[in-house]
């Protein structure tokens, strides 16, 4: 099964729905039966879900567009059961444009809200007693549908505030703190504190409500690894390709076959191979392919590699070669220099050269 399902492009970025999500329908269909629902309850409900996430779409979209005005790309946005997530190319180091950036989704929450707050009439739902609010909103209409997106969107503003890193608010305060102090620290701090809000989260999950001990783990993990990568980031500041690159390399021919590829895994560690023919390179060998291929040993290199590929040069900075191996599904590069191929660099040996380098110093 897909991992993700493609909805269509706003604005050049891919829409996508986590295949996951379809849990989230049909706990809702399971629910409402539970507790007596009908087919009106339950058509009311998942209308309203769907609502709401093409308000998480708007949000993240908010985030792209922004992002897009800094000149930073933005892949895809994803939908997951638990909300939204829009794949920047990187994150602005500028705290004044992080800021802006990540202000601008919650605030196309707060314009969805006050939209709405004109559209239905709030002022009388919220003067009524709570029998009064009860029996109104128990109706299924097209005002209660409002009322109730009116609602969400409220919370999800609140939500996204927690300043949780790496949610909204925790990349509020990483901002905000970065204006005084430097970016590594910063995201230390923030990191700290949304990795505490994380535990909070799963001590409550356990208690009431398990939905909250994912969203604690996604704030956990995602807290450590962003900290990790900034932290990597501030590391490799000033360095070049050529610093990093493996210079031991094997290259094959485009008539060799797998059976030759086979050979030199087993006897050595490399497992990704560039392809070469009269020093120009045909192509990417990669390990996944050879396995595929393992069972016929004579097909030919030229047949499976990948002549689609993206080389880097001696003089790239490694911050930008970082990003580049963690953005792309096969992480191992051709370094060139006048032209010339003098070694390989992947995330294996781009991480060995991290773990060797004197520590940041805050």
Known sequence: ???????????????????????????????????????????????????????????????????????????????????????????????????????????????????????????????LNFTETFESLSSFTLQN?????????????????????????????????????????????????????????LLIGLLYNPILIFIALVIFLGAYGENKIVQHMAILKGHTAKEALMTNFTTFQPNDTVKDAIKIIISGTENNFVVIEKDAIKGLLYYQDIIENAKNENVLIKDIMNSSFKTIKSTDDLKTVYQLIHNQKNSFFPVLENGNLIGVIDSANLNEFILFQPKFVY
């Not at 969107?153 to 005084?180: E, Q």
């Open 1 to 127: 099964m897909k991992a993700n399902l493609s909805l269509g492009s706003v604005f050049g970025i891919k829409i996508k729905v986590h295949w996951t999500f379809i849990f989230l329908i049909i706990w809702i269909i399971f629910s409402e039966l539970k507790h007596g629902g009908n087919k009106d309850s339950i058509l009311f409900n998942i209308a309203l879900v769907l609502a709401v996430f093409v308000c998480v779409i708007l949000h993240e979209l908010g985030h792209a567009l922004t992002a897009k005005h800094f000149e930073i790309e933005t892949k895809k946005i994803t939908l997951l059961p638990i909300g939204g997530m829009a794949s920047l190319e990187r994150i602005p180091e500028s705290p004044k444009q992080e800021l802006l950036v990540t202000l601008a989704g919650p605030l196309v929450n707060i314009l969805i809200a006050l939209l709405l707050y004109f559209i239905i009439p709030v002022k009388e739902l919220m003067h």
């Open 145 to 201: 549908f409002l009322f109730y997106l009116y609602i969400v969107n409220i919370a999800l503003v609140v939500f996204n505030l927690i300043p949780a890193f790496p949610m909204d608010g925790g990349r509020i305060l990483r901002a905000l703190l970065a204006i005084k102090m430097n970016r590594v620290k910063a995201t230390q701090i923030a990191s700290n504190i949304g990795q505490f809000i994380a535990v909070l989260f």
